[in-house]
């Protein structure tokens, strides 16, 4: 498994500055493992010191790890093979730093609505289970039945409470789904899928694809890389089948002969305003600088995305969750209030 994108950008930052220093790759990796918080990351450093030693190359020892993507360990073996390896480290630490903050951004607005759907669904569960055969005892006792929907209900509630263990085990079940989406690789792949074909996620995460595309496009094409063999690389980033399409056709287009900006144009990866900074940038030699934008740019439009969809559905969910809350209550309460009625 792969080392978090927190883990690889504090990596690559502390390489970067250890080879700024004038210090070598061996010693430096040395000091990291004698300061490792972690017997973890001591094995890591361990594994990739005692494969320096061996070969003192620092692309094959980072192989041998087996803890590094693959899109950081090609632009690692580029910058050993260029002399840039100083500053590869430091963009891949400011990738992953940037790649860390959009993931944060995302989990804190979806925790909260998760956590409130959560609650509410167990204020369901006590009213169906624990207080709807309370209020049916009172229905007896005063002559009566509850019917309808109530009546429904608590049937649920019973049935949920003499199988428990089954509904026990389906928690489990999706605790474990979630567990697997979240943190297991293939898990996190069929997410990605899941979430790429979601009519409410997939425009956004289109857009994290594009955005993670100009960054590994500012990365590769300021490692001194042409436009092509960027476009090679940055698209064993993408796991978005619409964007990684795109860049396929891109890359058809510019291996015809089309010029790389009208390429990105006619393919569709970026919009229009985009592709028409690219192509400035394209003109002026400046297109790394100005895909490392357009990357920053992307990330902004993402979060007032996100922050756009959550303000929709939070009061959305919470409008829905109180309206099953009052449905069941007046289902109750409306029939007792008649019966009270009736025998004053």
Same mark, same amino acid.
């Given at each position: 498994?792969?080392?978090?994108?927190?883990?690889?950008?504090?990596?690559?930052?502390?390489?970067?500055?250890?080879?700024?220093?004038?210090?070598?790759?061996?010693?430096?990796?040395?000091?990291?493992?004698?300061?490792?918080?972690?017997?973890?990351?001591?094995?890591?450093?361990?594994?990739?010191?005692?494969?320096?030693?061996?070969?003192?190359?620092?692309?094959?020892?980072?192989?041998?790890?087996?803890?590094?993507?693959?899109?950081?360990?090609?632009?690692?073996?580029?910058?050993?093979?260029?002399?840039?390896?100083?500053?590869?480290?430091?963009?891949?630490?400011?990738?992953?730093?940037?790649?860390?903050?959009?993931?944060?951004?995302?989990?804190?607005?979806?925790?909260?609505?998760?956590?409130?759907?959560?609650?509410?669904?167990?204020?369901?569960?006590?009213?169906?289970?624990?207080?709807?055969?309370?209020?049916?005892?009172?229905?007896?006792?005063?002559?009566?039945?509850?019917?309808?929907?109530?009546?429904?209900?608590?049937?649920?509630?019973?049935?949920?409470?003499?199988?428990?263990?089954?509904?026990?085990?389906?928690? #489990? !079940?999706?605790?474990?789904? %979630?567990?697997? $989406? =979240?943190?297991?690789?293939?898990? @996190?792949? +069929?997410?990605?899928?899941?979430?790429?074909?979601?009519?409410?996620?997939?425009?956004?995460?289109?857009?994290?694809?594009?955005?993670?595309?100009?960054?590994?496009?500012?990365?590769?094409?300021?490692?001194?890389?042409?436009?092509?063999?960027?476009?090679?690389?940055?698209?064993?980033?993408?796991?978005?089948?619409?964007?990684?399409?795109?860049?396929?056709?891109?890359?058809?287009?510019?291996?015809?002969?089309?010029?790389?900006?009208?390429?990105?144009?006619?393919?569709?990866?970026?919009?229009?305003?985009?592709?028409?900074?690219?192509?400035?940038?394209?003109?002026?030699?400046?297109?790394?600088?100005?895909?490392?934008?357009?990357?920053?740019?992307?990330?902004?439009?993402?979060?007032?995305?996100?922050?756009?969809?959550?303000? #929709? !559905?939070?009061?959305?969910? %919470?409008?829905? $969750? =109180?309206?099953?809350?009052?449905? @069941?209550? +007046?289902?109750?309460?409306?029939?007792?209030?008649?019966?009270?009625?009736?025998?004053?």
């Amino acid at each position: 498994m792969y080392l978090n994108n927190s883990e690889l950008s504090t990596f690559f930052d502390q390489m970067a500055m250890i080879l700024h220093s004038g210090i070598s790759v061996i010693e430096g990796i040395a000091i990291m493992k004698d300061d490792a918080y972690t017997k973890e990351g001591e094995a890591i450093l361990q594994t990739i010191y005692d494969q320096m030693e061996e070969t003192g190359c620092l692309y094959t020892s980072l192989v041998h790890s087996g803890v590094f993507p693959p899109y950081a360990l090609e632009l690692i073996h580029i910058g050993e093979e260029t002399g840039h390896l100083e500053k590869i480290m430091r963009s891949l630490s400011l990738y992953y730093e940037r790649a860390e903050d959009v993931r944060q951004s995302i989990k804190s607005a979806v925790v909260y609505p998760l956590i409130m759907i959560g609650m509410m669904f167990i204020v369901i569960l006590i009213l169906i289970i624990k207080v709807l055969p309370m209020f049916n005892q009172v229905f007896i006792q005063l002559g009566s039945e509850m019917t309808g929907f109530s009546l429904a209900l608590m049937n649920i509630g019973t049935a949920l409470s003499q199988y428990s263990f089954i509904f026990i085990i389906l928690l #489990i !079940l999706i605790a474990a789904a %979630v567990i697997f $989406l =979240s943190y297991v690789p293939s898990g @996190i792949q +069929l997410r990605s899928k899941m979430a790429a074909h979601f009519f409410l996620t997939r425009k956004i995460t289109e857009k994290m694809a594009v955005s993670k595309f100009a960054a590994g496009m500012s990365l590769t094409l300021s490692s001194g890389l042409d436009t092509f063999e960027s476009l090679e690389m940055a698209s064993q980033l993408i796991d978005n089948p619409v964007v990684k399409k795109q860049i396929a056709d891109c890359q058809k287009y510019t291996s015809e002969g089309m010029d790389f900006s009208e390429a990105l144009s006619k393919s569709g990866v970026f919009s229009a305003m985009y592709s028409r900074t690219a192509s400035i940038g394209y003109k002026a030699g400046a297109l790394d600088e100005l895909m490392e934008k357009i990357s920053m740019q992307y990330e902004d439009e993402i979060t007032l995305q996100m922050n756009h969809l959550i303000g #929709i !559905l939070e009061p959305s969910l %919470v409008a829905l $969750l =109180s309206i099953i809350v009052g449905l @069941i209550l +007046l289902s109750v309460m409306l029939p007792l209030l008649g019966i009270m009625t009736n025998i004053g």
